[in-house]
């Protein structure tokens, strides 16, 4: 069995304006990385663009049909002080969300071990009917809903590590029992979500960390908090919103993780999905900003799933 890996070269065409941390270089950094020899081994796909109904499972139809209506002939569309689009952002955001449908229905039916997204833009962010911090559709959301709706899923769990919380996955479950959320992420920092009282209906689990926490910290988190909560659960097949900007050189948080640390967790979490989900696992980028250390960590991060044990 082997691992997808799911991207797109219209992922590299949303632009989004100069200066922005969000920019092609940062894809282009996990692409060149994983084409090194000890991936060759991976199955590797074009992502599909996603459907209307398949993104309106977890997105608002209006809010869906209005963003693609505002991606700009030329230059660029704010959407709101950190989020635009360019002429290419309709394309890339179709394709990121596809990316997770895709890898769904392979890892549902049997086609790959696991999969990863090498995707942009991120999705995390984005609310049911709003585009949000460099996030236009939901990505993970999109593929969980997938899950539930194409495969009969009954429960989905989707683990998040980004250094930043992912409000707009956690508001678009956070009353579906059939879902499950959990969170590490540095407190307080954008979006100002996910402390631990936040809990939805039993299927919310925050775990934030203090400015500076290191990887220790980060491992305990997981031993301590969200892995048991994650076994109580039992999910069926486990999504990752695999963000790398936790890692110590990141310019946009203050986490200090190693690249290591992202091995290790993955590590965890494919266990997991071995013991519960048959080993199905699909994981998709969401941020990370310092091209080095994000390059790295991807690497560690899709190596650990590789060498993962069904
Ligand atoms: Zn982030």
Known sequence: MTTAFFTHPACLEHDTGPGHPERRQRLEAVLLALGEPEFAALDRHEAPRATLDQIARVHERAYVEDLLARVPQRGWAALDGDTAMSPGSGEAALRAAGALVAAIDLVMGGGAANAFCAVRPPGHHAERDMAMGFCLFNNV?????????????????????????????????????????????????????????????????????????????FRDAYEEIVLPALQRFEPEVLLISAGFDAHRADPLASLELEAEDFGWVTERLAELAATHCRGRLVSTLEGGYDLGALAESAAAHVAALMAAKA
Do not use: K, W
């Open 141 to 217: 959301a999109i593929g969980a809903a997938h899950a539930i709706a194409a495969h009969g899923a009954r429960r989905v769990a989707i683990v998040d590590f980004d250094v930043h919380h992912g409000n707009g996955t956690q508001h678009i479950f956070e009353h579906d029992p059939r879902v499950f959320y959990a969170s590490t992420h540095q407190m307080p920092l954008y979006p100002g979500t996910g402390a631990r009282s936040e809990h939805g209906v039993g299927n919310i689990c925050n775990a934030p960390l203090a400015a500076f926490s290191d990887g220790d910290a």
